[in-house]
């Protein structure tokens, strides 16, 4: 402002226009349009550089948030809109994604890898409330109901990737568009609804149904004969409280599963051995 007025003060109005004076004033326009700050930020922008594809990550993360069942039915130029405040976080294992009561200003979403949610209780012992994986929302009610995070999150897998969404212009791209609003309500709902005749069917099943069955849905590697094998992350406790079953009776499933020659365990790797056996157990065939 202070040099604004100083310039003006220096124009006298009376002069006439010289045409010397014009051409200056025009190419010190030009150079300062060459040289625009909001330009230089622009390039600056992490999001606007580009992959060895020649991706841009708001590119990239447009592509990854269209898998993402919270965003089904969303029109690609809204997903553009979505992404360009949406960032790719990669961790390691044993990285805190964040600490129960912290403020929740971001949405986080779980590509690869596993997060286990767990809260700290009094005497410092931790309690996990749950493992997700993907593509699951990490503790998204918080954001919505303006609250901090109920738990923590830490990766148990060796590595995971999220897309991380800004807060603040998420939920106020919401508050203009009242349809994306209801759609993302409508994936929520199916969603739940999946999820509840899932829990419902396992629990009719036998506990070495329920397991031979978790086995078929988790990641895999391939060993050297080109066998699917699963890693077991986390805790055997986490595992049997999500499939409703005790730490003891999952080890026993995974014992008499070996027996059959459906799996070989070796520490934390279980190889699927006959992957036809195991669906014939768990009850998803046909």
Known sequence: MTIRKEEKDQKDPKDPKDPKDAKDTKDTKDAKDQNDPKDEKDQRDPRNATDPNGQTTAEKVRGLLRDVFLFEGWEEDDLGRLARFGHVAEAGKGDLLFLQEDPCSNLYVLLE???????????????????LEPVDLVACAALFLDMSFPASARVVSGEARLIRLEGGPFLKMLEARPDLARKMIAALAMRISHLASCIESRMVQPAVGRVAGWLLEQPTSRDSAGRRVVRVEGN???????????????????????????????????????????????????
């Open 113 to 131: 890898g596993k997060v286990q949610m767990f809260r700290t209780m009094p005497d410092g012992r931790e309690a996990t409330i749950h493992v």
């Open 236 to 286: 055997k406790k986490s595992v049997a409280a999500d499939l409703g079953i005790t730490p003891e009776t999952f080890s026993r499933s995974l014992k008499k599963l070996s027996e059959e020659g459906l799996i070989a365990v070796r520490g934390r790797a279980i190889t699927l051995v006959d992957t036809g056996g195991l669906i014939r157990v768990s009850g998803s065939e046909g």
